[in-house]
Antibody
């Protein structure tokens, strides 16, 4: 069955970097776009960015553009979110989610999330 | 950027119908998706492409979209439906991005 498992979260100081991983199983990354979505404590969902099914394109929300980078390793069926210049308002649970594909543009499977806390 | 507005809270008695709105400029021209999120859990899609249901989602969940408002309707509400609900669209007007609504907390009285 389709599964997404995030890892790599933790506490980090402002200005530092952190890399999150998203391991996929039950499907192949080369067939689906994958997104990162975050949720600050007690707040709503915020789209962070995505990588296309073929890995050729990435898109980011303005709030993270230039600081976050999405990449993948298809040999490991794993996706990454490299976060740099972290700020306290980046504190959130980070989810990876699969794009259903076609022309639907929605998230059909989600991981359980990993918490990132940015604090001095 | 495109904004989706939802009521912060919706209260409904068991067995009644809950309607959650999602307002956006000409949202009727877009494909709207809805997610249910229970405390401490990841979101789960309950309606996609305005009115379709993913496999395993009860028929009690339905959606509609017209003009400037999309609506998620939950019929015969039970305590298990108590959760946060978010609408979502893909906005291609200015940039390539995905937008979530502000979220609505459904409370079963």
């Amino acid at each position: 069955q389709v599964q997404l498992v995030e890892s790599g979260g933790g506490a980090v100081q402002p200005g530092k970097s952190l890399r999150l991983s998203c391991g996929a199983s039950g499907f192949t990354l080369t067939h689906f776009a994958i997104h990162w979505v975050r949720q600050a404590p007690g707040k709503g969902l915020e789209w962070v960015g995505m990588i296309s099914y073929d890995g050729s394109q990435t898109y980011y929300a303005d709030s993270v553009k230039g600081r976050f980078t999405i990449s993948r390793d298809t040999s490991k069926n794993t996706l990454y979110l490299q976060m740099s210049s972290l700020r306290p308002d980046d504190t959130a649970v980070y989810y990876c989610a699969r794009d259903k594909g076609g022309d639907l543009f929605y998230f059909d499977y989600w991981g359980q999330g990993t918490l990132v806390t940015v604090s001095s | 950027s495109y904004v989706l507005t939802q009521p912060p809270s919706v209260s409904v008695a068991p067995g009644q119908t809950a309607r959650i709105t999602c307002g956006g400029n000409n949202i009727g021209s877009k494909s709207v998706h809805w997610y249910q999120q229970k405390p401490g859990q990841a979101p789960v899609p309950v309606v996609y492409d305005n009115s379709d249901r993913p496999s395993g989602i009860p028929e009690r969940f339905s959606g509609s979209n017209s003009g400037n408002t999309a609506t998620l309707t939950i019929s015969r509400v039970d305590v298990g439906d108590e959760a946060d609900y978010y609408c979502q669209v893909w906005d291609y007007s200015a940039d390539f991005l995905y937008v979530f609504g502000t979220g609505s907390k459904v409370t079963v009285l």
